[in-house]
């Protein structure tokens, strides 16, 4: 099968990264506090506006793509499927790195190159293989019909409710994403849970 894997919020665990720093931000610069943890957006999480999200991000992303680790289980797993001769597709937004960073920061912005290199090496450096990455929009639509996508993991709330309309979809659970279920979507609560539910998905 082809097999479409985001990163954030399913390969490592940005929801603690960005509470555990979040509050550390809110202290040292006197701006905002923890609102609601099981928030989607950062912003959401604390009473930020979106200057002050901006601010936090610019000063923490590098930060994060480098050294947060991945989420149990992910390196043993992905290899699994590997084996197994399922071809790997990360489709990741993550910001900084899609197509319309240029258009946000200015023509020739260096921003996107440098994050995409600091994936790579991300992934590299966990030894988490795959045959392709895609960086994205936040829309994922056109790459899991040109790759032909079988099954796409993901935990964002609005991905999954726009990909299960073509494909199947495993639901990284998190806080931030219940309510959202139909019969395309899986939910599974950890990467063991992940492969083995893409083995039933096969049979």
């Keep these: 099968m082809n097999i479409g894997i985001d990163i954030d ?5 940005i929801r603690k990264f960005t509470i555990e720093e979040g509050l550390k931000y809110c202290k040292q610069n006197q701006k905002g506090k923890l609102i609601n943890p099981d928030a989607y957006y950062s912003n959401d999480v604390f009473d930020w506006d979106r200057e002050t999200d901006l601010d936090f991000w610019f000063k923490h992303i590098f930060q994060y793509a480098k050294e947060n680790p991945p989420l149990p289980g992910v390196t043993s797993n992905i290899k ?21 960073t240029e258009k946000q920061f200015g023509e020739g912005s260096e921003l996107k190159e440098k994050m995409r290199k600091t994936v790579k090496e991300w992934l590299k450096k966990n030894n988490i293989i795959y045959d392709e990455i895609i960086f994205s929009e936040e829309d994922k639509s056109n790459h899991i019909l040109e790759k032909k996508i079988d099954i796409m993991i993901e935990d964002s ?8 309309q073509i494909t199947k979809m495993i639901c990284y659970d998190w806080g931030y994403n219940q309510g959202i279920e139909n019969e395309n979507i899986y939910r599974c609560k950890s990467w ?12």
């Design 9 to 13: 919020g399913v390969l490592t665990d």
């Design 80 to 100: 699994k499927l590997k084996e197994e001769g399922h071809k790997l597709y990360i489709i990741t937004a993550r910001w900084l790195a899609s197509p319309k």
């Design 157 to 164: 709330p609005q991905n999954l409710k726009q990909l299960s």
């Design 192 to 203: 063991d849970e992940i492969y083995t539910k893409i083995k039933e998905l096969g049979e």
